[in-house]
T-cell receptor, first 115, second 113 residues
């Protein structure tokens, strides 16, 4: 079975542009979470979606938005890019959003560079 | 404030030597505890987790971790490291009843021959 797939793997944008990152969860998983990992830091939670509804949001500005589609894939959108948005964006999927996250699987991420 | 602390930014260890990575957390109640490993260009792989019960937890790749409630710690150990263990290691916690992982800043492990 395929794992969590993210596209693109690398992306270069300039300040002020917007970007869309994509994630396909493991087959059968209905929950998708997004994390931002700035160089030298641990990942930080951005969003979680379950059954196409937002279940949680981290401490990120409104420039960050996401959605989940009927096939449970997800998009993360970032508007008005800033240099500080340069990071590895990780997607994780799980069967449900429930406690413990013991069945949480991460993709390899999208490396976004903002120039 | 809730936090996860990994005091060691970088550790260098000889192949075959033992390894211990430290993790401390500050939460009101004991959270769920995890250790993840990240190799360059890769996502995060779960090494082991602690929810309850036996405080010594066995994981994959020969790793183990010990939960110490009195010290709010969850340190990761491996008796004999291999060159392939060179990677970044993250301690993470989830508050019980929540679903968001909170990660420490990570510890980079270098293995020398």
């Amino acid at each position: 079975d395929a794992g969590v797939t993210q596209s693109p793997t690398h992306l270069i944008k300039t300040r002020g542009q917007h970007v869309t990152l994509r994630c396909s969860p493991i087959s059968g998983h209905k929950s998708v979470s997004w994390y931002q990992q700035v160089l030298g830091q641990g990942p930080q939670f951005i969003f979680q979606y379950y059954e196409k509804e937002e279940r949680g949001r981290g401490n990120f500005p409104d420039r960050f938005s996401a959605r989940q589609f009927p096939n449970y894939s997800s998009e993360l959108n970032v508007n008005a890019l800033l240099l500080g948005d340069s990071a590895l964006y990780l997607c994780a999927s799980s069967p449900t959003p429930g406690q413990g996250t013991e069945k949480l699987f991460f993709g390899s991420g999208t490396q976004l560079s903002v120039l | 404030a809730q936090s996860v602390t990994q005091p060691d930014i970088h550790i260098t260890v000889s192949e075959g030597a033992s390894l211990e990575l430290r993790c401390n957390y500050s939460y009101g109640a004991t959270p769920y505890l995890f250790w993840y490993v990240q190799s360059p260009g890769q996502g995060l792989q779960l090494l082991l987790k602690y929810f309850s019960g036996d405080t010594l937890v066995q994981g994959i790749k020969g790793f183990e971790a010990e939960f110490k409630r009195s010290q709010s710690s969850f340190n990761l150990r491996k008796p004999s490291v291999h060159w392939s263990d060179a990677a970044e290691y993250f301690c993470a916690v989830v508050e019980r009843g929540d679903y968001k992982l909170s990660f420490g800043a990570g510890t980079t492990v270098t293995v020398r021959a």
